[in-house]
Nanobody
Framework: VQLQASGGGLVQAGGSLRLSCAVS????????LGWFRQAPGKEREFVARVSQSGGITSYADSVSGRFTISRDGAKNTVYLQMNTLKPEDTAVYYC?????????????????WGQGTQVTVSS
């Protein structure tokens, strides 16, 4: 299974970005998906997750109400819509996949990882 993340960039505080992660090499509907991020000098942290069906989502408190995770089975892609971005959202963002109904909130819960995409929010 391969995951390819894209959509990062430089944005001003208050702006928006949409990250995409294309999943290939497996059956998309089998995977629960998640987004994590890692800032310099910090551990990788949970951002959002979505169940196999797309019917269950959950978010870290720090992004709840600003970020939205979604999945498109026709495109084998998971998205992270990020609104009202803050400088503290600056990090490398990673998508991840695991077999099962829904993944956990720890990185070890996921079996497959994308390469990461840089998001930088200027103040």
């Amino acid at each position: 299974v391969q995951l390819q993340a894209s959509g990062g960039g430089l944005v001003q505080a208050g702006g928006s970005l949409r990250l995409s992660c294309a999943v290939s090499g497996g059956t998309f509907s089998y995977y629960a998906l998640g987004w994590f991020r890692q800032a310099p000098g910090k551990e990788r942290e949970f951002v959002a997750r979505v169940s196999q069906s797309g019917g269950i989502t959950s978010y870290a408190d720090s992004v709840s109400g600003r970020f939205t995770i979604s999945r498109d089975g026709a495109k084998n892609t998971v998205y992270l819509q990020m609104n009202t971005l803050k400088p503290e959202d600056t990090a490398v963002y990673y998508c991840a996949a695991t077999n099962g109904v829904i993944g956990g909130t720890l990185p070890g819960s996921y079996d497959y990882w994308g390469q990461g995409t840089q998001v930088t929010v200027s103040s």
